[in-house]
């Protein structure tokens, strides 16, 4: 079996030598760039300032601003595309005519590129001639036209919207798939007994599909945690939705301050390393507790 | 009928017509501006009153788009096949031989795929700078690796462990080499997932935004995304809405066209890898 071994690891080193080029070996770079007061006109030349970038980081309110939205807007968006994925998997589950068509077109926004998206509806909010505020006033839901990307309050509900758009179709499928495998017995059994559709579904669906969905909120958490694309795209660094990612990179590229810029960055992917490791524990102990109760 | 039943049913009509108007009617909308040129842009009809392809021309004419779309299809592709490559020779290790390390291994894939670009930023930038790719497509094609070798590495792995046992039993027996075992038995048998895992990498690259946006100076050598951001009109204030509408029809259509034909391929592909676009 010695053999096998050697083979496998022949067959792994182009990935894991690549993989350390382009994934570890920048990632040190940039931790060890966030403890240098390097500039991006001349990486070459910087002087080690200890943690000194970080202290700054962490007295910053511009910093703390940038990760209030960000948990803001991963909680709206992920709690949103949860909620509306599990409507749309449930309606395309139930058997109807046209049930191809339905998923074919919630396959549109997910093809669509995000920049491309965060177009279209940048456009579409438009406070002047953008339809969303034409719709709004003919419908009489609002008398003005409101400045959806501009308003320090609305712009973020708006790019929220943006993502939840674009990212529902995702979580929709993945809750499908989940559906699609359930035992159609058990609803049998349900409806002899008397249950109903909402009880059935509070009580025997979600518990069966819960997995399946962790899985989803926990990869589109993961996903909104990091967000740059559409925030960039529809509201540049404004300090209104700014994230981290947004944040730090402003401090790289556009103020050229590779140390403090690398703190930012190092800081926001500790902090999705934490989440992820508490993730994959959490479901570990949990995993073993429902295998106890069997 | 009872009126109940008449009266469920209508809604839940109802709920399907305004899941396909959500889903469908931004990309409607973008088609409709984009054949609206002038001042007929700003007026909201829902049917373009005088159609005209003129903000596509002026996209092509007045503008490098077509460069942008040829270096986004260059990028893509390269680098979607590069991690198809290695991708399927790692998934071969990982899916077929047990070794210790594996889980490892795996674990440590997955992860990279967790990691937020940002946190690659700036040892990226030094990186493409001291090897002379600032403002390549090759430089391009290497940040995208990150993104799309580990997809593809997971993707075909969790494929090739679902294939039988027997496949290799019956070949080892006949002394096959264990590279001609993966050419000839388990290539032709990842046909399909190779072109769903492919197509769906293809769309990571070619969505990439932060790297391209960073990476690159000049026009010549931006791709799609970055193109279609940074498209600006005569004044700051005043963005030509009609061509950034024309610009992102072109981009998606194809990208529709595809998801659309092999929508199955992708399901399953979304769900083994659980990948955002």
Known sequence: MMARTRLAWAYLAPLLITLALVAAWPLLRTIAFSLTDANLSDLSQWQFVGLANYAYLLSDPQWWRAVGNTLLFTLLSVGLETILGLVIALTINAHMPGRGLVRAAILIPWAIPTVVSAKMWAWMLHDLYGVVNVLLMNLGLIDRPWAWLADPTLSMAAVVLVDVWKATPFMALLILAALQVLPLDIYEAARVDGIGPVKSFFHITLPLIRPALLIAVIFRSLDALRVFDVIYVLTGNNENTATMSVYARQQLVDFQDVGFGSTAATCLFVIIALITTAVITLGRVHVSASGNDR | ?277
Not at chain 2, 115 to 126: D, K, M, N, R, Y
Not at chain 2, 182 to 189: D, N, Q
């Open chain 2, 1 to 277: 009928m009872t009126p109940l039943v008449l009266l469920r049913r209508f809604l839940f009509y109802a709920l399907v017509a305004a899941i396909l108007f959500y889903t469908v009617f931004p990309f409607y909308w973008a088609i409709v501006s984009s054949l609206k040129s002038g001042s007929a842009i700003f007026r909201v009809e829902f049917l373009p009153a005088a159609p005209t392809l003129e903000n596509y021309r002026a996209l092509f004419a007045e503008q490098s788009f077509a460069r942008n779309i040829v270096n986004s299809l260059f990028v893509a592709s390269v680098a979607t096949a590069i991690s198809l490559a290695l991708g399927v020779t790692a998934a071969y290790a990982l899916g077929r031989i047990k070794f210790r390390g594996r889980a490892a291994i795996l674990f440590a894939v997955l992860s990279i795929s967790m990691f937020p670009q940002i946190a690659v930023l700036s040892g990226l930038f030094e990186l493409i700078r001291a090897a002379g790719l600032y403002n390549s497509l090759t430089g391009l094609i290497f940040s995208n690796l990150i993104l799309t070798l580990p997809f593809t590495t997971w993707v075909l792995t969790a494929f090739l462990r679902e294939l039988p046992r027997e496949l290799e039993d019956s070949a080892v027996m006949d002394c096959a080499s264990s590279f001609r075992i993966m050419t000839e038995i388990f290539l032709p048998l990842m046909a399909p997932a190779l072109a769903a895992t492919g197509l769906l990498a293809f769309i990571l690259a070619w969505n990439e935004f932060l790297f391209a946006l960073t990476f690159t100076l000049s026009n010549e050598k931006r791709t799609v995304p970055v193109a279609i951001a940074l498209i600006t009109g005569a004044s700051a204030y005043e963005l030509p809405w009609g061509r950034v509408m024309a610009a992102s029809v072109i981009v998606t259509a194809p990208l529709i066209a595809l998801v659309l034909l092999l929508q199955r391929h992708i399901v399953s592909g979304l769900v083994a890898g659980a990948v955002k676009g």
